[in-house]
Nanobody
Framework: QVQLVESGGGLVQPGGSLRLSCAASGSFFSINAMAWYRQAPGKQRELVAA???????DYADSMKGRFTISRDNAKNTVYLQMNSLKPEDTAVYYCNAQGELRSGRPFISWGQGTQVTVSS
């Protein structure tokens, strides 16, 4: 089992910044990709950004230049630095991790989500 615990969400004014963190724990052998998704009310969950164990990153077009994903492999933690936040960034942000369990089986895990609200 792999557990993901997110933190760092909250209320911020437009133009402000927030940093999300997600720490993985459990019986895994390796974590390959980690990612952040978000889901706004009435909308489908969408990819925000992803990062591989080697540090390669990918971003949704609307987040490029404003959001930065990073990870600390030693701490099994992924971060999302969000700058120049807009009201349309309001959503529940979910952490995702994919890798291999100690048993050799692959896993995909999700965090419980953290609310980000951008409002004046």
């Amino acid at each position: 089992q792999v557990q993901l615990v997110e933190s760092g969400g909250g209320l911020v004014q437009p133009g402000g910044s927030l940093r999300l963190s997600c720490a993985a724990s459990g019986s895994f052998f390796s974590i390959n990709a980690m990612a952040w998704y978000r889901q706004a009310p009435g909308k489908q969950r969408e990819l925000v950004a992803a990062i591989t164990s080697g540090g390669s990153t990918d971003y949704a077009d609307s987040m490029k230049g404003r959001f930065t994903i990073s990870r600390d492999n030693a701490k099994n933690t992924v971060y999302l630095q969000m700058n120049s936040l807009k009201p349309e960034d309001t959503a529940v942000y979910y952490c995702n991790a994919q890798g291999e369990l100690r048993s050799g089986r692959p896993f995909i895990s999700w965090g419980q989500g953290t609310q980000v609200t951008v409002s004046s």
